[in-house]
């Protein structure tokens, strides 16, 4: 094991320090390289207590990605767990940056903790649908109580070390260098039997206490089958004895791992790291950014000045309208503080972002930026005008980003005189809180450019993903075809409520026509030139325009709740009959047939079209984008899941027929 572990001794205080690059993963080279490092200092008469550290810059931070999906290997994590509580001398883990998920258990398993200040901590098993299984669920319990435990496992967050000293979860935060004062404290507990976790009590709390705790994380919780089975096995920690405890930690870990959700969830943890792999930008360099403007104080432009001045870059708002300035940087100051209310943000932070921001009402103002993104109304006029000035104004190799959510980019290049320099970068609302970023490609967008999107989005912790150009980029154009089938159901004979509820039991948080009336049913309409020729239309005329009108296709109260409306009922069937509608009813199994597959023919049409680079980057937009279940990985790995070639035979069957771009995916079965 050279070169992957360093024993070194001072004094009677042995250190073994693992170090595999990058990130120390638990690799089964790693396991087996700590237990034989408890076996040789447990055999050695000199050595009164073991260290065990990381090289590099993190502790132990989870399990080797390479070993997902293969056959586990000797030694197993409980093996090592089991191992290092065992030994007879005294174990002390000195942690640094993160010691997540198996490198936690680690931890929990040596007799003694000491970490660094800006350690984290964390079991995050749960977002891959699975849970702690070696010993994470009975340990953790027994060091830090229930209440505590259920937070830190089943909702997955990092404790930082300061937390995790108070709740006891380490036992010192180290003064000065790690390694020096994780020998210090080996020295001092030398003398002292070994305090093993599994000796001490988990505490039994009354019922109330899970019930509670599921009952506060409903909504993050709905849909997927991990957190009750954590909830299960803290609860076991408490109700049996250690052993007992274990082995029915382990039952439910391996029924978790044989499910459909934790390969749906794996695949997305993979599917939004390739979504980065650009061919395209492959050892290109991005261009320096140093300072943005953003145009457009709206709920779009505020939100993505609060993204660009909250990860450090000093940003000018710019914004015609004097009035909507101020309710901008209202907007602004509001998302800072209560940011800093809820403990999102530092007030030292939110201060060092405020003072990055500078407004004005002229668009000369922007000519010194690297970088600016335009988020103004959605009309083409509108964006070309902007970027003819943008061309006047900013400096050579600035990038000229728009916001723009449908409209051609190449058009909106085009009222410029330098198109390579012109990129899409559509954020989704609240932009200071969604984590996708839809990054156009225009036909003459540099790499460079591109590159420093991807660049961007990675600073401001977003997901980014590259699209074509096409009405509507991915997320988009894939949302028209469900809501238009969503409407035309509603028109046909099913209800809004059977069409919503029926998405919503699929794991959405939100149905279509919900969606529908709080965008608002008049975007792009006027009353000037409608024809009442579509539902929305007839809805619009009527003054059901969503719900800021408190009319849609549904009605609203003062606390802004959907309620079946017997007005839009009787427009719909007056619709329905105008148009030679023939009403009938509609099987929850057909509303979701004909509002997934759909979608999914239309993503094919877009890898055909060489819109989208692959399924995965399809299926990360509309899980980071949209809301789409994580546990059923996605539109396009959903189909896969079920069956191509069977999503082609219920599309033929409900009479919307598929692609040639379907037939040819499922012609490709499987992948």
């Not at 050579?396 to 990129?423: C, F, Q, W």
């Not at 899409?424 to 420093?452: R, Y």
């Not at 037939?663 to 490709?668: E, P, S, T």
Request: some cysteine.
């Amino acid at each position: 094991m050279a070169g992957l572990t360093n024993w070194t001794r001072s004094g009677v205080i042995a250190t073994l320090t693992i170090d595999n690059p990058p990130v120390n993963a638990i690799s089964q080279a790693v396991r087996a390289a700590l237990v034989e490092g408890i076996a040789r200092a447990n055999a050695d008469a000199d050595v009164a207590a073991l260290v065990i550290a990381c090289a590099g810059r993190t502790f132990f931070a989870g399990a080797d990605l390479k070993e997902f999906g293969k056959p586990s290997t000797q030694p197993l994590l409980t093996e090592v767990v089991d191992t290092i509580e065992a030994s007879a001398k005294p174990v002390v883990a000195a942690i640094h940056g993160t010691a997540l998920g198996g490198g936690m258990e680690i931890a929990m398993a040596c007799h003694y903790r000491i970490a660094t200040q800006d350690a984290k901590l964390g079991l995050p098993e749960v977002k891959l649908g699975l849970m702690p299984g070696a010993r994470g669920t009975q340990h953790l319990p027994r060091l830090v109580g229930v209440e505590r435990a259920l937070d830190i496992i089943a909702l997955g967050d990092p404790v930082k070390a300061p937390d995790a000293l108070a709740m006891g979860l380490v036992d010192r935060i180290a003064d000065g260098d790690l390694g020096s004062a994780a020998i210090r404290f080996a020295g001092e507990m030398a003398e002292k039997p070994p305090r093993r976790t599994r000796d001490l009590a988990a505490q039994k709390v009354d019922d109330g206490v899970y019930v509670e705790f599921a009952k506060r994380n409903a909504r993050k919780f709905r849909g997927l089958d991990a957190p009750p089975a954590i909830i299960a096995s803290v609860r076991a920690a408490t109700e049996l004895p250690f052993a007992e405890g274990a082995t029915r930690e382990r039952e439910i870990f391996l029924k978790l791992r044989a499910g459909p959700q934790t390969e749906a969830l794996r695949y997305v943890f993979f599917a939004e790291r390739e979504a980065a792999k650009v061919p395209v930008i492959a050892g290109i360099d991005p261009r320096p950014v140093e300072r943005a403007g953003v145009i457009g104080s709206g709920t779009m432009g505020s939100g993505i000045a609060i993204a660009l001045i909250s990860a450090g870059l000093p940003v000018h708002l710019f914004e015609r309208d004097p009035a909507a300035l101020a309710r901008g940087q209202a907007h602004i100051a509001k998302v800072l503080d209560s940011n800093v209310a809820s403990g999102r943000m530092t007030s030292a932070k939110a201060d060092a972002a405020r003072a990055l921001l500078s407004c004005g009402t002229t668009i000369d103002a922007l000519a010194d930026a690297d970088l600016i993104i335009e988020a103004a109304y959605e009309t083409m006029a509108v964006k070309q005008e902007i970027f003819a000035s943008l061309d006047r104004i900013a400096r050579s190799g600035a990038i000229l980003a728009s916001n723009t959510s449908y409209l051609d980019l190449d058009e909106i290049a085009a009222a410029t005189s330098r198109p390579a320099d012109v990129v899409g970068m559509h954020f989704f609302s609240p932009a200071n809180i969604m984590k996708l970023l839809e990054i156009v490609q225009g036909a003459e967008t540099s790499p460079d450019v591109l590159a420093t999107a991807f660049a961007l989005a990675k600073r401001l912790g977003k997901v980014a993903v590259l699209s074509g150009n096409a009405w509507g980029f991915i997320g988009n154009r894939m949302l028209a075809v469900r809501r238009k089938h969503a409407e035309a159901m509603v028109v046909e004979g099913a209800a809004p409520e059977q069409v919503d509820g029926v998405m919503e039991a699929f794991g959405m948080a939100m149905g279509p026509i919900r969606v529908g009336d709080l965008a608002g049913l008049d975007l792009g309409w006027s009353p000037e030139t409608s024809t009442g020729s579509t539902i929305r239309e007839r809805l619009c005329e009527a003054g059901r325009r969503g719900q800021k009108t408190q009319a849609g296709f549904y009605d609203y109260g003062e606390d802004s709740k959907p309620v079946p409306s017997e007005e839009a009922r009787r427009i719909i069937a007056e619709f329905a009959r105008d148009n030679g509608v023939v009403r009938r009813e509609f099987s929850d199994a057909e509303v979701l047939d004909r509002l997934l597959w759909p979608m999914v023919d239309e993503g094919a049409q877009l890898l055909e079209d060489g819109i989208a680079l692959r399924e995965s980057d399809i299926d990360v937009v509309w899980l980071n984008g949209y809301g789409w279940p994580a546990w059923t990985g996605g539109p396009m790995y959903h189909a896969r899941h079920v069956g191509l070639s069977e999503v082609v035979r219920r599309l033929e069957e409900m009479g919307i027929g598929a692609s040639p771009a379907l037939f040819a995916l499922a012609r490709g079965e499987p992948k």
